[in-house]
C-alpha cells in the first residue's frame, strides 16, 4: 500500500509542474512566462458545464503523455471573469493555445483525443522537416488549423528553397494576413514572380488581404452576436459578423451566415452578401473544400 501511496504522490508532485489551476494572480506566470519556453494549452471552463466535464480529462491525459514538453492551465471562468473578459471567452469549453506569450490557436467545445493529440503535435513542431510535398502540406494544415506561427515558419523554410513556390507565397501571406501585417503581406505579394500573377495561390490571398483591409471597420464580434440575438434580420450586422468570422479562419460559419441574409432578403444592398461570397470563393480558392461547400449552399438558396 505504501509503493501505490508513493507512486501517487510522485504522480501528484510531476502534475503540480505541468497541470494547474490558474487564477488573475497567477496567468502572467503560469501562461505568459511558461509560454516562452514550452507550449501551454489554457483550458477556460465552468462547474456547471457538462462538456467540460468530458474536455478536462482529455487534455489532462494529452498533457501527461507529452512529458513536460507541453503544460495546462486551467481556468475557472466563473472565479476569474477578469480572464475571460480580455480574452473574449464566448463559451465553454474553450481553449486556448499560447506560445511565445501570445494565444496562437484554439477551439471551443468538446473535441476528440485524437483533435487534441493532434493540436499538440502542431504545437511541439511534430511535422516533417524535410521539404517537398510533405513540407508544404504540413505548412498547409498548420494554417488551416490556425497556427500561423508554425505555418509561416514553414513555408518561410520552403521559400528560402525556391522562392518561386506560389503556394508557400500565398500561405506566408495568409499567415502575415491572419497576425494583421497587412503591409509585410501586401510587400510579398507584390514582390510575387511576374509568372504567378495569376496564380490562384496569390490571387486567393490578394483577395484575403483586401478582405482583411475591410475589416477595419468592422464591428466587434460578441457586439454583433447580441446585435442578431436582438433582431435575427439585422443584416447589416450579420454581415460584418461573417466577414469577422472569414477572417479568423471560421469559413464555413461566416459562409453559412452571408447564404442566410441571401435566403432572407436576396436583392439587400445591391446583392451585396452574394458579392461578399464570391470574394470568400476567390480568397480561398476554387478547390477548397469550403467554396465547394459554400457554392452548393448557395445555389441551393438561389435556384430553390
Not at 507550449?39 to 503523455?65: H, M, N, S, Y
Not at 521539404?131 to 514553414?154: I, K, P, V, Y
Not at 442566410?260 to 473544400?289: N, T
Amino acid at each position: 500500500m505504501q509503493l501505490f501511496a508513493g507512486a501517487a504522490t510522485a504522480t501528484a508532485a510531476g502534475d503540480a509542474d505541468i497541470i494547474k489551476e490558474g487564477s488573475l494572480q497567477t496567468f502572467a506566470r503560469d501562461v505568459i512566462q511558461a509560454s516562452q519556453t514550452v507550449p501551454v494549452l489554457v483550458d477556460f471552463w465552468a462547474t456547471w458545464c457538462g462538456p467540460c466535464k468530458q474536455l478536462t480529462p482529455i487534455l489532462e491525459k494529452v498533457v501527461r503523455a507529452a512529458k513536460g514538453k507541453v503544460r495546462l492551465v486551467k481556468i475557472d471562468i466563473d472565479k476569474n471573469p477578469e480572464i475571460a473578459q480580455q480574452l473574449r471567452i464566448q463559451s465553454v469549453p474553450t481553449v486556448y493555445a499560447f506560445v511565445g506569450g501570445q494565444p496562437v490557436t484554439g477551439f471551443a467545445g468538446a473535441q476528440p483525443e485524437s483533435q487534441i493529440k493532434a493540436l499538440v503535435d502542431r504545437l511541439l513542431g511534430g511535422i516533417p522537416e524535410e521539404g517537398g510535398d510533405d513540407l508544404l502540406e504540413a505548412a498547409q494544415d498548420a494554417a488551416a488549423h490556425g497556427d500561423t506561427r508554425t505555418a509561416g515558419r514553414l513555408f518561410r523554410q520552403i521559400l528560402e528553397e525556391d522562392p518561386a513556390q506560389p503556394e508557400a507565397i500565398g500561405g506566408l501571406a495568409r499567415c502575415l494576413i491572419g497576425e494583421r501585417k497587412f503591409a509585410d503581406a501586401r510587400q510579398l505579394l507584390d514582390g510575387a514572380p511576374k509568372e504567378l500573377t495569376n496564380h490562384v495561390a496569390v490571387t486567393g490571398a490578394r483577395a484575403a488581404l483586401a478582405l482583411a483591409e475591410e475589416a477595419g471597420v468592422l464591428g466587434d464580434a460578441a457586439d454583433l452576436e447580441a446585435r442578431l440575438e436582438a433582431d435575427p434580420d439585422d443584416h447589416d450586422a450579420r454581415y460584418q459578423l461573417a466577414t469577422v468570422q472569414f477572417l479568423r479562419g471560421q469559413a464555413e460559419t461566416a459562409m453559412d451566415n452571408l447564404v442566410q441574409i441571401v435566403k432572407r432578403d436576396r436583392e439587400w444592398q445591391e446583392d451585396k452578401a452574394r458579392k461578399q461570397l464570391v470574394k470568400f470563393f476567390e480568397a480561398l480558392g476554387p478547390k477548397d473544400p469550403a467554396t465547394l461547400k459554400g457554392r452548393r449552399m448557395l445555389s441551393t438558396v438561389l435556384f430553390s
